[in-house]
């Protein structure tokens, strides 16, 4: 079952009634869809062991929630619990067995999903000696999670989710003795919410579809009052003032955000000059103009400007949240760009930190080198585009910027990003098939498989791994399995370098013909304009493309390909 489908079957697993939480689950109409299944009450380590139960096969599961009480799947802890030391050792050693019994389920699913262990919140344990070492219920039950979690780091598609959160959101509706003693339902209802809420922002993040664009207003958001009509140096911004500090809060939480790969931008009705001023000289401002990926600050209609801005860093209006205090300014976006988010925004400048970390669309199955470093990457684009307007022509200006290839086969160090670039990218794809790392990796080992990544640098800077091309050898012919390319550098000859390298690569393999067959998306148009375009034959009425390697395919000449080893 491909990452990207719009339903998904999940098993429930757990020590109690589930029956609510799965309710929640199932009902919740976010997307995406999933619907449920649930193991046999109470049997969690039968069905982590026994896949041909029923629930495993009735539909398969694409994912696994495994909720357990520590007191129930970890014997030592009941003697903890009950007053009697237990050695750590003993306590790990059981961790690490369930753990084990995780990994090898994981092995079956696309992931899993393990909220971590807590205790009731009305048990005290041994009050001031409950953070000692073998003692404490509380000391012990960390130590106990954070064995969980090094032991689940260890596979790439279990995900430890912090349950903790959910009861403090939850408050004094988080336990509720008479619902277990009733019916053993361990929860409230309020902790499942939030558990819904966590795990679906999850699946949008396996299946790449997190928010990666926040475009921001300026006056009354970014800090108070209209820089036009009281000048930046009296805008409400730090200082000994509570709005003010409110504001650069706000800025250093979106900072933070920048900061984990997702970019900034601005769309405000102001003077370009006036607002750029405020940004680069006010004392207070945490965020500068090298922390936006780009603006639209003028006096047009803002729908129309997140628009073309959106378009010119190449991404999709379904990748952006848009934050604007102004609500005629929020309807209108709504209204025009509904594919774009746009929060309610608070009235009180003071909860503007609070809403933003409260969003859940930001949420990614990792971060890579490339995610932290993204904003740079746009910086040094708006230079590329300023030698562009100062040459004659484009093959001028492509051999003016030094465009480097390092090719390597698939590895250790770039398996993340190269699963997550074959995962979140639409526009230059061919097959738009997504892959968990795991998945990847079997593909990849495969004899007659062949996997490479692509990284891409100028002079004025990393583009990072930016490309990812896969071959599959049957005799004498080769099939391009994955034809992938980040929008930041299409156009640049790299589509072409990455084709040359495929038919010498192919060529060495005995592999006479190589083919590929574009799949139509509704966004991987430009995939097929640029096999159309390439030169590779093709086929009558068919969407298959090939050429023969009896011919070497052209690198070319404005670009530098270099090999290294995964």
């Known amino acids: 079952m491909s990452m990207d489908k719009q339903a998904y079957q999940c098993l429930i697993v757990s020590d109690f009634n589930v029956s609510n939480f799965a309710g929640y689950l199932g009902n919740d109409t976010n997307p995406p869809v999933v619907t449920i299944n649930t193991g046999p009450f109470g049997q969690v380590v039968q069905v982590l062991v026994n896949r041909e139960l029923d629930c495993w096969s009735d539909p398969a599961p694409d994912f696994l929630v495994v909720w357990t009480q520590p007191q129930n799947v970890i014997n030592a802890f009941i003697s903890i619990m009950n007053g009697q030391p237990v050695p750590l050792e003993e306590v790990f050693a059981e961790v690490d067995n369930y753990t084990n019994l995780l990994a090898a389920a994981s092995s079956d699913v696309k992931f899993v999903f393990v909220p971590t262990w807590v205790v009731p919140s009305y048990h005290r344990g041994l009050g001031m000696l409950d953070m000692k070492v073998r003692f404490g219920l509380a000391n012990t039950l960390m130590r106990m999670n954070l064995r969980l979690l090094d032991n689940l780091e260890k596979t790439s598609n279990l995900y430890v989710l912090n349950a903790d959160r959910w009861f403090q959101l939850a408050g004094k509706n988080a336990f509720n003795p008479k619902s277990w003693y009733m019916g053993k339902i361990a929860y409230g209802n309020e902790v499942y919410k939030e558990a819904v809420k966590d795990i679906k922002a999850a699946i949008q993040g396996m299946a790449g579809q997190s928010r990666k664009l926040i475009l921001l207003d300026l006056d009354d958001t970014l800090w108070g009052g209209i820089v036009g009509d009281i000048g930046w140096e009296n805008i409400q911004l730090g200082g000994h003032d509570a709005i003010g500090e409110a504001f650069v809060d706000f800025q250093r939480a979106l900072k933070t955000i920048k900061n984990r790969g997702v970019l900034l931008g601005i769309v405000s009705k102001n003077e370009e000059s006036v607002a750029l001023t405020a940004i680069n000289k006010h004392p207070e401002m945490v965020l500068r103009s090298d ?149 990847l990796v ?107 390697t009896t011919e070497n395919y052209p690198k070319p000449t404005q670009v530098d390909i270099e090999y290294e080893s995964a």
């Open 442 to 548: 079997a593909w990849a080992k495969q004899p007659d498989h062949r996997f490479w990544v692509f990284r891409v640098t100028d002079k004025f800077g990393d583009y990072g791994l930016t490309g990812i091309a896969s071959v599959e050898v049957e005799g004498h012919r080769g099939k391009i399995s994955d034809f992938i390319l980040s929008c930041r550098v299409m156009g640049r000859k790299v589509e072409e370098a990455m084709l040359s390298h495929i038919i010498r690569a192919s060529k060495e393999l005995s592999v006479v013909e190589v083919s590929a067959e574009y799949i139509p998306t509704s966004k991987n148009k430009p995939c097929l304009s640029f096999f159309e375009t390439s030169g590779f034959s093709r086929q009558a009425d068919s969407n298959i493309f090939s050429w023969k």
């Open 291 to 439: 922390d936006f990926a780009g603006w639209r600050i003028n006096w047009g209609d803002k729908a129309r400007n997140i628009a073309e801005l959106v378009s010119e860093l190449n991404l999709g209006l379904q990748s952006v949240v848009f934050i604007d205090d102004n609500p005629v300014e929020q309807a209108r976006v709504k209204d025009a760009l509904p594919e774009v988010l746009v929060p309610d925004w608070p009235d009180d400048k003071m909860l503007y930190k609070e809403t933003l970390l409260q969003l859940t669309c930001f949420d990614v199955p990792t971060i890579s080198q490339e995610d932290l470093a993204r904003t740079n990457m746009y910086v040094a684009e708006r230079k590329r585009t300023v030698v562009k307007s100062e040459v004659s022509s484009v093959e001028e200006w492509l051999e003016s910027l030094g465009i480097k290839i390092i090719v390597a086969e698939l590895g250790e160090r770039n398996l993340s990003r190269a699963t997550q670039l074959l995962n979140k990218t639409n526009q230059m794809n061919l097959t738009t098939r997504r892959l968990t790392e795991t998945e």
